[in-house]
């Protein structure tokens, strides 16, 4: 199978891509429009900020790109983020596939950023069958996307949130199913099965 995962200045990629082979899948790191446009799947992954990188993606074109790819497309943590409308980090304008805002939790007794383990709940779609209710996934952000009518799977923490979205072609995770073990492993081949 032809993957090509997305390359910009956003941490994680490696291990995403180590995940992968883990499946038995060689992907190809790119930030060649060609060669994102021909995959057969497409990985936007990101750790980082959104300023800073929508500045990156708009500076070569990668945001109009990845928007108008027609393949399945995964977006992770700031991939999440940054296919939605808006973000309130930065006041950043972001790439619209997913028309929702991404917004700061609140300030609260519980720590944020919200790290480590926690459970997904309502979920839909075809990366998260009935089995995965209630699965432990790991989670790294200061910044979610409230829940919606793409809400693919919902967390709770300080307030619910999607943890992961799916709108036509794109499906997202909040969380990083590259470091999420057994339930992320299968989330990446349900993702690959499509």
């Known amino acids: 199978m032809d993957v090509a995962i997305i390359k910009y200045n956003a941490g994680n990629i490696r291990s995403v891509d180590h995940a992968l082979k883990r499946l038995g899948v060689s992907a190809e790191i ?4 060609d060669r994102i446009k021909a995959a057969e799947r497409v990985i936007f992954p990101g750790v980082g900020e959104a300023v800073s990188t929508m500045a990156y ?6 945001d109009k790109l990845i ?5 399945p497309v995964l977006g992770i943590c700031l991939g999440q983020q940054l296919m939605c409308q808006w973000s309130e980090e930065g006041d950043t304008s972001c790439i619209g596939i997913f028309d929702q805002p991404v917004k700061q939790f609140p300030a609260h007794e519980l720590k944020v950023p919200h790290m480590g383990w926690n459970s997904l709940d309502r979920l839909s779609g075809e990366l998260f069958p009935e089995s995965l209710l209630g699965s432990y996934v790991y989670f790294v952000h200061s910044y979610y996307v409230p829940e919606c009518e793409d809400s693919a799977a919902v967390c709770n923490y300080i307030v619910p949130f999607s943890a992961a979205m799916q709108k036509g072609n794109f499906y997202a995770t909040q969380f990083h199913p590259e470091k999420s ?8 081949s349900n993702f690959l099965k499509l």
């Open 30 to 33: 790119t930030d060649d429009p």
């Open 57 to 62: 993606l708009r500076e070569r074109e990668l």
């Open 67 to 71: 928007a108008g790819l027609t393949q």
């Open 181 to 188: 073990g057994g339930p992320g492993q299968e989330i990446l």
